[in-house]
């Protein structure tokens, strides 16, 4: 009986530590950035292996989840003769909501976990404490240049997926089903607010792209330094960053929506 | 070409590829262009009901939009609704004595304001104030009536 309270407490401090020393790192982290930027090459390095290789995947999964939106969409619409509403379905579904959202599972899946398998390498072959040896400190040199590129590529990625996905609803809803093509762009540019849909769309993206994209580095840099360690880690990354980016998902749509 | 040229260069692309989506967003796909951005002044109405029409609705002249509303509040002394709304400097020829009623756009469509232009020689101004006003159409209120003179009839 004591033995479990002495355990629940034991985990209940556990879980404070674990929070305090991940929010801890990653002030740490952020800070690192002012002297990062002395040194752009590092940043353009992770930019191109975390935004430039995520590029084609985001361009694909846009255009294809455009097309299904304007498929769905038509379908539903026409039986109310509102058809012509198809671009402003496609257009707000996915700058308000689908863009964000898959563009973050897709990250984190292509991105995010390459990250903490790279990092948890990294710590598992003790380069990390080699750094530290060279009086190189590891989270300036491979933890800040990482977050601070997930955080410039999510906004863009995800400004890709809606743009090409918009495109994709068009081939699908005018060209194939013959939506008149004035409607579907000038009902999507009434009712599209920049202020109320776009810029709240690339705020999500950027809350995502910290969330992720930190959670990939934490799980490396913090992993148990064995195979099996990082191959868990990796595991972690991906379910941690759905799950968070689902939820956050909610809790941002509810706060914007006022 | 050396490696980290090529780096550069495609971290240049990603860059201004995101970039240049973000504005197809911005320009194309949102209103960003619309009213908002030339000079425009304000001028209020007030009505009965204006029930439907929201802020950011369109404000029209022979069914061309001109003007945005921008607010809708209630007058705490006269119970009436104050609508005020921005106009387009380029329509700044509008005669102080031109009616304003509020419209819907087709069936169910959204509602609008209309401005029908009067005869005076004097223009409105910026924090003018439009006089003669309709009200919007109630469909439920409209409905009743028909059917209470309907009835009134058989009797």
Redesign the interface.
């Known amino acids: 009986m004591f033995d479990w309270f002495a355990q629940f407490g034991n985990k209940t401090i556990e879980f404070f530590a674990r929070l305090g020393k991940e929010v801890l790192l990653f002030i740490q982290t952020v800070l690192a950035f002012v002297p990062l930027l002395l040194r752009p090459?590092l940043i353009?390095?992770q930019?191109?292996s975390i935004?430039?290789r995520s590029?084609l995947l985001i361009i694909v999964s846009g255009f294809f989840v455009g097309m299904v939106l304007g498929l769905q969409g038509y379908n539903t619409l026409v039986d109310f003769g509102a058809e012509e509403s198809l671009g402003v379905v496609v257009?707000l579904s996915l700058?308000r909501e689908l863009g964000p959202v898959v563009t973050a599972l897709l990250f984190a899946g292509r991105a995010g976990s390459a990250l903490t398998a790279e990092i948890g390498l990294m710590k598992a072959t003790e380069q990390l404490s080699g750094l530290e040896m060279m009086a190189v400190n590891p989270v300036e040199r491979i933890l800040a240049p990482r977050l601070l590129a997930g955080i410039?590529?999510m906004?863009?990625?995800a400004?890709?997926f809606?743009?090409?996905g918009?495109f994709g609803g068009y081939l699908v809803g005018v060209d194939l089903l013959g939506v008149d093509e004035g409607a579907y762009?000038s009902q999507?540019?009434?009712k599209?607010?920049?202020d109320q849909?776009?810029v709240n769309?690339?705020i999500k993206s950027v809350v995502f792209g910290i969330v992720t994209t930190w959670i990939a580095v934490y799980e490396g840099y913090t992993c148990v330094p064995t195979s099996e360690g990082v191959s868990g880690a990796t595991t972690r990354t991906v379910v941690y960053s759905a799950l968070v980016v689902l939820g956050l998902d909610f809790l941002l749509t509810a706060l914007m929506l006022e | 070409m050396s490696n980290?040229r090529i780096?550069?260069i495609?971290?240049g692309?990603?860059?201004a590829?995101?970039?240049a989506?973000?504005l197809?967003?911005?320009v194309?796909?949102?209103?960003?262009s619309?009213f908002s951005a030339g000079k425009q002044y304000t001028v209020t109405a007030n009505f009965d009901n204006v029930s439907g029409l929201k802020a950011?609705s369109a404000v029209a002249i022979a069914g061309v939009t001109v003007g945005r509303v921008v607010s809708i509040t209630v007058d705490p002394m006269t119970f009436e609704a104050v609508v005020e709304m921005t106009i387009d400097s380029s329509f700044n020829e509008v005669p102080v004595d031109s009616s304003v009623g509020i419209y819907t756009a087709g069936l169910l469509g959204e509602k609008y304001v209309g401005i029908e232009p009067g005869g005076a020689p004097d223009f409105l101004e910026e924090g003018g104030v439009i006089r003669l006003t309709q009200s919007s159409i109630v469909l439920e209120k409209l409905i009743s009536q028909f059917l209470f003179s309907q009835s009134d009839n058989d009797e």
Not at chain 2, 28 to 32: G, I
């Open positions: 090459a353009v390095q930019l191109f935004g430039v590029m257009a700058v410039i590529s906004p863009l990625l400004a890709m809606s743009a090409v918009i762009w999507m540019q009434a599209v607010d920049f849909d776009i769309g690339v | 980290s780096l550069e495609s971290v692309i990603f860059v590829v995101g970039v989506a973000l197809v967003l911005a194309n796909v949102s209103n960003v619309g950011r």
